[in-house]
């Protein structure tokens, strides 16, 4: 049988055991209403939902080197939906998928929910973009170059913007139809000042143990401690903040801005560094979620933390507009594209010049209401979706 073959029999063996918990009522209520007739059926065995089903039995070696040639034949969406349904089949099956799928950073693909929140690829960046609802004031990120035509991208993320009395907030959740702080699918929030120059982002789960002890200050109450539900956190963690400069003369040319990255520490970009790596989501509240750090927590009041800059535009003399070198991922003049970098000191960090000039994220127009978004190490899908979120408010001061 062919490797797709295996995957489109795990997805019958999905649909038939759902099928089979939704008959079941009725034919308990066919039970009671027809036991008085004379006929004779077999029993049904009632489905064990801890029942592993009969891929659980495959070798270990099989089973190791299908979900491998499956993870690598299916390198893109829709088609890596092959790999999910690989680790949906049985516990196992998930056990030796988590170990076979490789970070963002290794394998510059996104894979699992947690990808969102796990470092980019350090060679070459993740292609996205988002749609901007200004009916409904949603903002979809999705995985690709361009929007399809037969709308089948791959959502990623989605956010909300709510506008309040002194501030703006942008929900982020990872479905684009429910933006309660309360569900399990929020993974955090952008939040502005009231005049929209400094942005601060929040994360629904801490980057390290020393973020709770270290930065109490810093946590935001989403709802009472009285848990709608065990596995959702009542705290959001502050993890970043962008900042605008004023430019209420218009004088300054083009927007300028920094991102401190409180959770990143600058030794990431540094040689032999590296960025935090969560591998999962915390299972419930009191669970702790350094425990799936992929390196020890540390202090990060005691370290410099990651601050990124835009790259400043240059002045085109013949088309009278400032411009800026986007490779052709932007096609559309407006005020909110923008490329960032890493801001170094040169006197206190010896950093090599073409790492100065990396582009980590950039962000521009290409459409009505359609935006690029490609992202490198060290950031994540979720801290670069948030940074761009940031450019969509309205900034009277600075512009």
């Known amino acids: 049988m062919s490797f797709k073959g295996i995957v489109r029999e795990l997805k019958e063996m999905k649909d038939g055991i759902g099928g ?4 079941r009522g009725e034919a ?5 209403r027809n036991r008085t007739r004379s006929h004779i059926a077999p029993d049904v065995v009632p489905f064990d939902p801890n029942q592993q089903g009969q891929w659980a039995n495959l070798p270990p070696e099989l089973l190791l080197d299908i979900i491998r040639r499956v993870e690598e034949s299916e390198t893109s969406w829709p088609a890596r939906t092959s790999v999910v ?11 030796v998928t988590k170990e076979i799928v490789k970070t963002p950073e290794a394998c510059g693909r996104l894979t699992f929910p947690i990808s969102l929140k796990q470092p980019g690829p350090r060679e070459s960046p993740i292609h996205c973009f988002i749609k901007r609802d200004r009916a409904n004031s949603v903002y ?10 037969d709308d089948s991208d791959k959502l990623l993320l989605a956010a909300k913007r709510i506008r309040r009395a002194t501030s703006t907030d942008f929900i982020i959740s990872l479905v684009s139809d429910d933006f309660s702080r309360a569900s399990s699918k929020y993974i955090g929030k952008l939040r502005s000042n009231f005049l929209g120059t400094k942005f601060t982002i929040y994360d629904s789960q801490p980057p390290s143990d020393a973020a709770i002890h270290q930065h109490r200050g810093r946590l935001s109450r989403r709802f009472s401690a009285k848990q709608v539900s065990p596995t959702v956190s009542a705290c959001s963690y502050s993890i970043a903040t962008v900042s605008y400069e004023l430019n209420v003369l218009r004088t300054r040319g083009p927007r300028r801005m920094h991102c401190i990255m409180h959770s990143i520490p600058f030794s990431s970009i540094q040689e032999g560094g590296s960025a935090p790596t969560p591998t999962s989501f ?19 009041s005691s370290r410099e933390p990651l601050v990124l800059k835009n790259k400043a535009p240059r002045w085109h003399e013949q088309l009278q507009c400032w411009c800026l070198n986007f490779k052709g991922r932007v096609t559309v003049a407006s005020v909110k594209n923008f490329q960032l970098v890493a801001a170094v000191d040169p006197s206190q960090h010896n950093i090599p010049a073409a790492t100065q000039e990396t582009t980590i994220l950039q ?3 290409i459409g009505k209401d359609i935006f690029t978004m490609d992202y490198c190490y060290p950031l994540s899908a979720f801290q670069a979706f948030a940074i761009c979120l940031s450019s969509f408010d309205t900034k009277p001061a600075c512009e």
């Open 28 to 32: 308990e209520e066919r039970h009671w």
């Open 140 to 149: 979809s990120l999705y995985f690709g170059l361009t929007p399809s035509e």
């Open 282 to 300: 915390p299972q419930s509240f009191d669970e702790p979620a350094v425990s799936k750090l992929k390196e020890p927590a540390v202090n990060i």
């Open 20 to 23: 089979s918990i939704s008959r």
């Open 363 to 365: 962000f521009g127009k």
């Open 85 to 95: 349904f690989c680790a949906c089949a049985c516990k196992s099956w998930r056990e």
